[in-house]
């Protein structure tokens, strides 16, 4: 009695698992590709092929902007380099261009 509920089980689960199979599989070929005119089988799946690429290119898209903006909030602000070290005084030679050497 017991062999019998487990082969029962084991046929259902099969079955089962058969038909979300089968479900799966015809689920993927109804894609609307155009509407109105003739189209072959060839035209259809170019479609399809060229519909999954630009919604390829478009995920990458959002990933490398997505990426750009979490490098662009996450850097630290820096404060002016005259309030990093109000302190230090400035030389002002530094702050002079050097006058270009003669060549005589």
Do not use: C, W
């Not at 029962?8 to 058969?18: C, G, K, P, V």
């Not at 380099?81 to 109000?86: G, K, Y």
């Amino acid at each position: 009695m017991l062999a019998s509920l487990e082969l029962a089980q084991r046929d259902l689960l099969n079955i089962s698992a058969a038909v979300f199979a089968r479900q799966k599989r015809q689920s993927k070929d109804k894609k609307v590709v155009q509407k109105g005119g003739v189209i072959t089988v060839g035209m259809a799946r170019q479609a399809i092929d060229q519909r999954v690429e630009q919604e390829a290119q478009k995920v990458a898209r959002k990933a490398a902007r997505d990426y750009k903006l979490s490098l662009s909030q996450s850097s630290p602000k820096l404060p002016p380099a005259s309030q990093n070290h109000p302190k230090l005084p400035i030389d002002p030679r530094l702050l002079t261009t050097p006058a270009p050497a003669s060549t005589s």
